[in-house]
């Protein structure tokens, strides 16, 4: 068996009366990318923000890379965590540059490092170098994204959540970044859960395919 980078256990959540999982137990492989499939409202969402600290499940535990999710230090834990959230969520006040470099400033990487980093990546995803002055409202949806998914990247961690990260993206676009990134994972494999709705996605990118169905996630091949 390889490396387990994701360790979930018996996982119990609900909102109000709804119940999103009962008992979930999962293991999800580190160096792979798990392609996420399943309802609008199944919970997907809800299973990568348990992943990443920012919701506590009601009972159960989750481990990143054999360590429990430390959740007074959950700071810490995220530099490890490229999460790319299905609302985009950029902030409206800060450039596109700057919403890019974020992690790095929360990393403590220096001016250099960080614009360095920044440029290589807005190339990667095809964004030209002169919308990085400019604000998010000021972009595309599909380019709001890629800058989202730039911050995702950033510090190069060796888990990434993807909510969802290409579903804006024009069939060429959208192509295109799939290449990059399976060859960003072909040269540095790393654990990825992405969420889709696309089945080609998930065929194309997916080392794993999951399907979230009442309340548990089965594989499809
Ligand atoms: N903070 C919250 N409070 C109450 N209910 C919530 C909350 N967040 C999510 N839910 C509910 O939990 C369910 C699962 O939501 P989630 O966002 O995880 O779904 P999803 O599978 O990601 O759906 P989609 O494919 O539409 O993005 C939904 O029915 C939603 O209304
Ligand atoms: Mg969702």
């Known amino acids: 068996m390889s490396e387990i980078a994701i360790h979930l256990e ?3 959540h ?3 009366s709804q119940v999103l999982f009962q008992n979930l137990s999962l293991q999800i492989e ?3 990318i798990t392609v996420i499939l399943g309802r609008s409202g199944s919970g997907k969402s809800t299973l990568l923000q348990i992943i990443n600290g920012l919701i506590v499940p009601d009972e159960g535990s989750v481990q990143l890379f054999g360590q429990p999710l430390d ?3 959950i700071h810490q834990a995220r530099l490890n965590i490229g999460y790319a959230v299905q609302q985009v969520g950029l902030f409206p006040h800060l450039r596109v540059i700057d919403n890019i470099m974020l992690p790095g400033k929360l990393a403590g990487w220096n001016s250099e490092k960080k614009k360095k ?3 290589e990546l807005m190339e990667l995803v095809s964004l030209p ?3 990085s002055e400019k604000f998010p409202y000021q972009l595309s949806g599909g380019e709001q994204q890629r800058v989202g998914l730039c911050r995702a990247i950033l510090l190069n961690p060796p888990l990434m959540l993807l909510d969802e990260p290409f579903s804006s ?3 060429d676009t959208k192509a295109e970044i799939h290449q990059e990134v399976l060859k960003l994972q072909r040269t540095e494999p790393r654990c990825i859960v992405m969420v889709t709705h696309d089945p ?3 065929q194309k990118l997916g080392d794993v395919q999951l399907k979230f169905e009442n309340g548990q996630l089965t594989p499809t091949i």
Request: aromatic residues 8%; without cysteine.
């Open 129 to 131: 170098s002169s919308h």
């Open 14 to 16: 609900r909102f109000g």
């Open 117 to 119: 980093r920044a440029a």
């Open 169 to 171: 993206l024009d069939p």
């Open 10 to 12: 018996n996982l119990s």
């Open 200 to 202: 080609e996605e998930a």
């Open 30 to 32: 580190a160096n792979k």
């Open 71 to 73: 959740y007074r230090n």
